[in-house]
């Protein structure tokens, strides 16, 4: 699918999210509370043109520098420039331009509703496929974010590569998108409302897997999914029999990363020290951390902690002199797990 068609689609075709034909692009109601104090603050013509498919604010984000991709009217930016303060900085690129006029002209707006003396946004128009072309400083960002558009993109790969080339070691990308249950078939990709609507441009989830690692994000972490109800006869009859979910995933730039989780006896201790997060941390689907309790972790885990700006919150047990195998229950399981119980070697399947 061609830049033009996109463009067309989302700068002429949608006025508004109400023109949207399926609910692929569009953020279910469950979120935070303060989010949604910050959402109530945003300028109404921003949210009017919103088209996301998730939510894409982590944890700690006081003072962090983030890049949105595809950031379309700007709702996400402005949510995130209240969310990492004054001293942070927030920036959007998306490659339409009736898009980008949106969001430019509410900067002040925003700077004043959220008590910051100047702003502390700016917006490039560019292609997320062609990062290196905006003149933005490799290695600068702590976070890159992203909401339902990485799926729009004519490379996903040459994204990813692009914002691992911009994060700084140890940032991370948290996005959330839109996956198949399988490659979408080449005509059905030439449809241009499937592809408008964010389906008929997704990733079959492995292929979206093997495209992280391939670009240096060793271990994706999915934090959320829910599937895609589409909710229109007649595109959900062109689109069957596949299947489609919306899921935000984590992708930390840590070159010390292994393929599998591995065992080093490790353990780590939440502070419950971060804003929102008294209780416990939800690192990903399968990591939710409780405050005061000893949480024992694979090696790549516990990177994904102390080499991060989470580091600050936790206390760490062990390090990596000993190894005891894969890590159960966290990233694989050992074909010799059952062994003394049958004398088989369980399968993949």
């Known amino acids: 699918m061609k830049h033009e068609a996109v463009q067309n689609y989302y700068g002429e075709v949608l006025q ?3 023109d949207l034909q399926t609910n692929a692009c569009c953020t279910p109601d469950d979120m935070p509370d303060y989010v949604k104090t910050v959402l109530s603050q945003i300028h109404d013509e921003v949210l009017m043109r919103y088209y996301g498919c998730g ?9 962090a520098r983030i890049l949105d991709l595809g950031c379309g009217a700007g709702r996400d930016v402005y949510a995130l420039s209240a969310l990492v303060g004054p001293k942070g900085r927030v920036v959007g690129v998306d490659m339409t331009p009736a898009q980008l006029e949106v969001a430019r002209r509410h900067q002040d707006f925003h700077a004043e509703a959220f008590g910051h003396p100047e702003s502390n946004v700016e917006f490039h128009h560019g292609y997320i496929e062609k990062l290196e072309d905006l003149g933005l400083e490799p290695g600068s960002f702590d976070i890159i974010v992203s909401n339902c558009v990485i799926n729009l993109a004519t490379d996903k790969g040459a994204v990813l590569r692009g914002a691992h080339h911009l994060l700084k070691e140890g940032g ?14 080449e005509d059905m990709a030439k449809d241009e409302v499937l592809y408008g609507e964010c389906l008929s441009g997704a990733l079959y989830w492995n292929d979206f897997l093997t495209l992280s690692k391939e670009a240096g994000f060793k271990d994706p972490r999915m934090v959320t999914a829910r599937p895609l109800t589409i909710e229109n006869p007649k595109l959900e009859a062109r689109v069957a029999p596949l299947k489609f ?16 989780c591995e065992d080093y006896g490790q353990a780590v201790i939440y502070k419950g020290s971060i804003a929102h997060a008294p209780h416990a941390l939800r690192l990903d689907d399968h990591h939710v951390i409780e405050t005061g309790k000893v949480f024992p972790v694979c090696g790549n885990t ?17 390090d990596f002199s000993n ?25 993949c399947c």
């Open 16 to 18: 508004g999210s109400e």
């Open 172 to 185: 991370e990308m948290y996005f959330s998108d839109v996956y198949a249950d399988r490659r979408v078939p």
């Open 55 to 63: 939510l894409i604010a982590p944890e700690a984000l006081e003072g």
């Open 323 to 347: 190894h005891y195998g894969i890590f159960v229950g966290c990233g694989g399981n050992s074909p010799f797990n059952g062994l003394e119980l049958d004398g088989a070697v369980p399968g």
């Open 245 to 260: 979910l919306s899921a935000t995933y984590r992708l930390f730039k840590l070159p010390e990363l292994e393929s599998a």
């Open 302 to 318: 516990w990177m994904m902690l102390q080499d991060t700006r989470l580091a600050p919150h936790f206390d760490f047990i062990g």
